[in-house]
């Protein structure tokens, strides 16, 4: 007879997705993923959410496509009302679960927090988001408190080679080729 493990609560979180509104009368849930193929969020498992500030590992009974969404059967839900308390929960998972990058490709996540810089040395600021805009993502950067030119935000076009010039994770530093006026 084999021994289930409980699964170790992520060290090193990272959000995948959303639980959604409860879907139905049997306890499915929608699920909102954040990985590049809606589908892919299933290949990271296990999952946990924080309920009361307290890691909860969920287990899946099965998931399917229903018309443009993602449902999911969570064990041990049985019905709406038990399903809707899951609603808005975040699905994370341990960030070692992520696959390595080819050199020059980076996770959203190692971006955040790191100090933009430009050819002359000026600090744009740290980088608080990013966005898809479907030809290319984009750094928004949050300006220092005094900065020179007013800005309080910055859309930086993520163009490796033309804008990007240089990404040292290990300095938390992002070389721009950019006017900090602009």
């Not at 296990?46 to 287990?59: C, D, M, S, T």
């Not at 980076?106 to 608080?128: A, T």
Request: net charge negative; glycine share 8%.
């Amino acid at each position: 007879m084999s021994r289930q493990i409980a699964a170790q609560p992520p060290v090193n979180p990272i959000v995948l997705g959303k639980m959604g509104a409860a879907y139905g009368i049997r306890g499915w849930l929608k699920v909102f993923s954040s990985t590049e193929d809606a589908e892919s969020i299933f290949n990271y498992q296990p999952w946990f959410i924080q309920r009361a500030g307290k890691w909860q590992q969920v287990e899946l009974d099965g998931w399917k496509h229903h018309n443009q969404d993602l449902i999911i059967k969570v064990k041990g839900i049985e019905d709406r009302d038990a399903a809707a308390q899951l609603t808005n929960c975040e699905i994370q998972v341990d960030s070692t679960q992520l696959p390595s990058l080819e050199e020059g490709d980076y996770y959203w996540k190692d971006l955040m927090g790191c100090q933009v810089v430009n050819l002359e040395g000026y600090e744009m600021g740290k980088v608080i988001d990013m966005m898809e805009t479907g030809s290319n993502d984009v750094l928004v950067v949050k300006a220092n408190l005094k900065d020179a030119f007013g800005a309080q935000e910055r859309l930086i076009p993520f163009l490796d080679e033309q804008v990007i010039r240089k990404v040292d994770l290990s300095t938390g530093i992002i070389e721009v080729d950019w006017d900090p006026g602009f």
